[in-house]
C-alpha cells in the first residue's frame, strides 16, 4: 500500500482498528448534496474526509484528548489532531474545527441550522443522551440526526437513541444509524 503523503500515514498509524468505511460510505450516500453538517467527534478526520463528499459546510467538534472506550484506551490524541488539521488545512473553506466540548459547541448554534448532525463522541449512555438532547433541535425539519455505534457492543448508544428518539429509521453495516427529525 502506497501513501500520497505524510498525514496518510499518521492517519492510517492512528486510525481505530473497528474503523469500517462500508455502511458509513452507505449512510453518506443517502445524504443530499451540499448540506451543512456538524460532526462530534472528529478524531483523525477519517470520517470527516468521507463526510466532504456531501458537506458544503461541514462543523467538527472534538476535544482531541484520550479517552478510555469501555475500557480499552484511545490515544494517540497528539498525532489525531495533527492529522485532522493536515486534513482542514487542505479544505480551509469546508472544515469549520470547533475544540470544544459537545453540549459547550450546540450552544453555539440556533436551532434548525443543520441539515445533518452525526454523534460519534462519548459512548455511555448519558453522555450520548445528552447529546441527542442537545443536537436534535439543531436539526433542520426533515434534517437526520445519525450517529456510529448503535448496537450491543455500545449499549448507551443504543438505549440512548431508542429512548430519546424510537428506533432509527436505518441502521448500517458499521453500526451507523439515522433518525429523519419530523
Known amino acids: 500500500m502506497g501513501f500520497d503523503n505524510e498525514s496518510e500515514k499518521v492517519v492510517m498509524h492512528i486510525m481505530r482498528p473497528a474503523f ?17 453538517m456538524v460532526e462530534l467527534g472528529s478524531y483523525s478526520g477519517e470520517s470527516t474526509k468521507l463526510f466532504l463528499r456531501k458537506a458544503k459546510i461541514l462543523h467538527c467538534v472534538d476535544l482531541w484528548v484520550p479517552y478510555e472506550d469501555y475500557g480499552n484506551p484511545i490515544g494517540y490524541m497528539e498525532e489525531a489532531e495533527a492529522a485532522f488539521d493536515e486534513l482542514q488545512r487542505q479544505n480551509p473553506d469546508k472544515i469549520i474545527k470547533h475544540k470544544i466540548d459537545s453540549i459547550e459547541a450546540s450552544k453555539l448554534f440556533e436551532n434548525h441550522s443543520f441539515d445533518a448532525v452525526y454523534i460519534d463522541c462519548d459512548h455511555s449512555y448519558p453522555a450520548v443522551r445528552a447529546d441527542i438532547l442537545a443536537w436534535r433541535p439543531k436539526v433542520k425539519l426533515g434534517g437526520i440526526l445519525a450517529g456510529h455505534d448503535y448496537g450491543m457492543c455500545h449499549i448507551g448508544v443504543k438505549l440512548a437513541v431508542d429512548e430519546l428518539i424510537g428506533p432509527p429509521d436505518c441502521c448500517f453495516s458499521d453500526s451507523s444509524w439515522m433518525k429523519v427529525v419530523a
Not at 460510505?25 to 451543512?36: S, T
Open 20 to 36: 469500517s468505511i462500508d455502511g458509513l460510505n452507505a449512510f453518506i450516500n443517502l445524504l443530499p448534496p451540499d448540506i451543512c
